[in-house]
């Protein structure tokens, strides 16, 4: 290798370096190349993003069918077309740096979008849904809406969505089912029929009956939200996460339980819950500032007391973290600013941090805080956030 071109060798180092097997001496190496000019920051960053990304994207897909005999065949075959992939894409770019310094030129005639440029600000999440009627029919709610659907009125003339029985109407005893879906970047408030008021986190969906029965008030999460249960001891109120249930009569609290995470969490702020699998005969009550953590997989629980409002704040506008890893908590700000999250070294993933600060400011002063501890570099680049340790 230390016959080869700096542009190939560089090249090498970062497919290396994604891999995990550069050896102390090609890392200092790589170090000190990458902070020798700002340019080969910014060029480091470009190379070692895409790629990464592509392998993950794939890898994720191929895990949720990691059912099957061939499963180490097929991670094998991923290892070794990950580099494969990994090397066309550096290589191509190798060649070009190695012309252009051969020529005389300089580092930024290789690409305009390698160009340095103070990044844009990442800008929060804010009001935005999008409804889905019965029929079919959607309608984005950051525009006014005024419905009528068998008896019921919709509207969201105050921001909210609101549901509410019209006195006119003789309503249907057939359930009729709505879905709120809140994007990545999102967040929505909405009262039902029977003034309950849920409060939906981003990336996240919520199917409802526009008018509840007479049997239970059920409705299925899929995500976060915050529940303001309307009090109703004939008809239970149940929140179905796919593999458990969250059953309460008239009480306040907040399940989190998105796909992606092998965990759903409940936690109680008052009244009292119950959360239910009864596949597998799993029963847990809980009373105020407990939390319930139900394993999707194991289907294991975990109890303890804590301060709801670590869990709850998200609602009233705050982002409060404690002793939370870095892992965690940039998955929850993806989710609200709507940006992809890459770590160039798994070491830091662990790294715990405790902050409260406003939900609506830009991520730049969430992340200026973070790296005052001086164990962490972010890099932003469009919609993305680059993570490293910070050896300096």
Known sequence: ???????????????????????????????????????????????????????????????????????????????????????????????????????????????KDVVYSEPLAIIPGKNQALLV??????????????????GILISNSTEELVYKKSAKDELSNKLTYNTIIIPKGGEYKLTLSDGTKIWMNSNSKLRYPSEFGNGVRK???????????????????IVDVTDAEVKVLGTSFNVNAYNEQEEIVTTLVEGKV??????????QELLPNDQLSFNKLSGQTSKKVVDPHLFTAWKDGRIVFDNQSLDDLMLRLSRWYDIDVFFLSNSIKDLKYTGDVARYDTINKILEMIEVTEKVKFTIKDRSVMIEENKR
């Open 133 to 150: 009627l019965s029929d079919g029919e959607k309608y984005q709610l950051n525009e006014k809406v005024n419905l009528k659907e068998k």
């Open 1 to 111: 290798m230390n016959n080869l071109p700096s542009g190939f060798k560089i090249a090498d180092l970062i497919v290396k370096r994604l891999e995990g097997k550069l050896n102390a001496k090609e890392e200092q190496f790589l170090e000190e190349w990458k902070y020798a000019k700002e340019e080969n920051l910014v060029l480091f960053h470009k190379l070692s993003q895409n790629p990464e990304k592509q392998y993950f994207e794939r890898e994720s897909k191929l895990e949720s069918a990691n059912k099957t005999e061939v499963w180490d065949k097929i991670q094998a075959k991923i290892r070794n077309d990950k580099r494969i992939r990994l090397k066309q894409i550096l290589i191509k770019v190798a060649a070009v740096l190695v012309i252009v310094a051969s020529v005389g030129g300089v580092l930024t005639s290789i690409n």
């Open 274 to 283: 119950e959360v239910n699998d009864e596949y597998r005969g799993i029963r």
């Open 219 to 237: 409705v299925h999460l899929e995500g976060e939200a915050y529940f303001q249960v309307a009090r109703d001891e004939k008809h239970p109120f």
